[in-house]
Every structure is written in C-alpha cells, then in structure tokens.
C-alpha cells in the first residue's frame, strides 16, 4: 500500500485527512516560550489575537528528525510504500528533513520504497495535489502512479492572495520598512502568489477591494481557459471577510459552495491578516513551475 504523508503546513483539516487516508506530521509555532502543535491548534482562536502579534510576531520550528524518521518507520514496518509531500523547501527546511528521514529509514529497512516531493508550495496549493494522489492511490495505483499524480497536480495549481497591511510582510523581512510603509499610506494591496517554491508579486493596485478583484478576474480568466478541478478560499485573522468573499463573489462565478478554510500559522505570521484562493485548473497553469517539477523529487 502506498502511505501518503503531508505537513501540516498543507492547512487540511483533520477531519478530512483521516477521512482521505492522509498522515499529517505537525509543524510547530513559538510564541511566548510555549510551543504550539500546528496541527493542534484552534486557528481562529490563535488568529483572533494576530494583530497583538505584529510587534513580536511568533517563530516557527519543522517537525524533528525523530517525528519524521517515526513516521517513515512504522511505514517501513508495515511493508507499506512512502509518498511523501512537503512545503516548499525555500519556505522551510521540512522538505530537506523529510529526505534526511527517509534516507535514513531506508539505510535500515533495505526494502523500503519512498518518494519525498517539494511541493513547491503551501497551503491549499500544496494539499490539492495531495488529494490528486488520493485518488490514484485509492484507484489501484502504486508508488509511481501516485507519485505522477502529485507532479501533475503541482502544475495545475495555482496560490493568489492579498494581505489587509503589508506590517507583517515588513516586520519579516520580506519587504523594507520604507516601502511598507509608503504601501499602507497610500493603500498599496499586492496580490502575491507563488512561483517556483517562493513568493511572487502578481500586481499591485491601490486598494484592498481592487486587489480582490484583481484575483477573482485571474481566477476567473484561469478557469474559462483551462477548468477548474477544486477551489477553496484561505484566510488568515479574521474569517468573516473571507467567508463574505466566497459567498459573494467566488461562488458565484462556479455555481457551486466553496470552503473557506485558516492557512497554517507557520506561513500566516509572515503574511499577517490575509484572503486569498488556491485552486486546482484541469490543465497545466503555465507560469506556476517554470523549472521541471520532477528536480523537486527524491526517491528510492
């Protein structure tokens, strides 16, 4: 049997990995000397607090060598194949740990079989090619089959969102102090996404409102193009604009109820308050991966 495993960064609820056969090896957040399982965590309770944050934001941890290296083990025993599928390694050295863990799992039990991915992304656009090799696992396909499916996936993705103040993005390092604060005096609202493993600027408009729009019309023009396959709308902090976003807008244009789900705060503190879309299209987003997916792979 081939055993699926994710990070939690990939923000799929509980309930619906258990429900589709997916193992989650937890991320971890700092805050206070207390460290909070991500995969633990009531979200929005710690989001509610998320503007208290912004002068000492909280740090993230990936999970141990001992958890990953557990995780491969007990699959190893059982004579079960690996797929595993991480966040992107230029946000985080969980994808690096996971092939150190296999590696070491396999020098062990020489007849262990894995596959480790950097999914190139987080969130929804890192779990809907998850849920791709789901469905080929659960049609009869082994570790290569399942494996295809990821790859194919990571292409048809795509991650667009914009954030309430670009505070955070400055207070992370991501922008200058100067520029950030230029950005909120005159209501700057990137739409940023995800290209290659990091962080993208898409455009750059003036307002919040235009922002949102600017994503529903590159959602929109995506999926006349090439199909839609899945969609979910992500929010960090405040639920409620996200929630309003999907029914009012989103919905609308596919006929159909979309969830609306937290992303993990292990990538949402260095965002700050957020809404955004990940969608999977049925055919290839031609400026998500400009690198071949399958460098991002080790396998054995």
Same mark, same amino acid.
């Given at each position: ?18 429900? %589709? ?33 912004? @002068? ?47 590696? !070491? ?12 991915? @950097? ?72 739409? $940023? ?8 600027? $898409? %455009?750059?408009?003036?307002? +919040? ?6 994503? !529903?019309?590159?959602? +929109?023009?995506?999926?006349?193009? $090439?199909?839609?396959? +899945? ?50 299209? %049925? ?18």
């Amino acid at each position: 049997m081939v055993r699926i495993i994710t990070d939690s960064v990939a923000s799929i609820p509980a309930d619906e990995a258990r429900k %589709a056969g997916i193992e989650v090896v937890t991320l971890y957040v700092n805050r206070d000397g207390e460290e909070l399982a991500d995969a633990e965590m009531d979200l929005d309770a710690f989001y509610a607090e998320i503007y208290d944050m912004v @002068d000492d934001i909280p740090t993230s941890s990936q999970p141990s060598q001992h958890a990953l290296e557990e995780a491969f083990e007990d699959a190893a025993r059982a004579g079960d194949e690996v797929l595993g599928v991480f966040i992107s390694s230029g946000l985080s050295g969980t994808f690096d740990g996971a092939v150190r863990a296999a590696r !070491a799992v396999k020098a062990r039990n020489i007849d262990f079989s894995y596959a480790i991915v @950097d999914s190139s992304s987080c969130g929804y656009d890192e779990a809907w090619p998850v849920f791709d090799a789901v469905e080929a696992r659960d049609a009869g396909e082994g570790l290569s089959g399942c494996l295809s499916a990821v790859l194919e996936g990571m292409e048809r993705t795509r991650f667009l969102f914009t954030p309430e103040t670009l505070t955070f993005l400055q207070k992370g390092g991501r922008i200058g102090g100067a520029a950030a604060l230029l950005g909120n005096l005159i209501q700057l609202s990137p739409v $940023l996404t995800v290209t290659d493993g990091a962080a993208a600027t $898409l %455009a750059k408009v003036r307002t +919040r409102k235009k922002a949102l729009e600017r994503i !529903a019309a590159t959602f +929109r023009a995506d999926i006349e193009k $090439l199909g839609l396959k +899945r969609v979910a709308v992500h929010y960090i902090g405040d639920k409620a604009p996200a929630l309003a976003w999907a029914r009012e807008v989103v919905e609308p244009l596919i006929g159909r109820t979309v969830k609306v789900l937290p992303v993990s705060p292990v990538i949402g503190l260095h965002v700050g308050p957020a809404v955004g879309i990940a969608y999977e299209c %049925a055919s290839a987003v031609a400026s998500k991966l400009t690198a071949p997916a399958r460098l991002r792979v080790c396998a054995s």
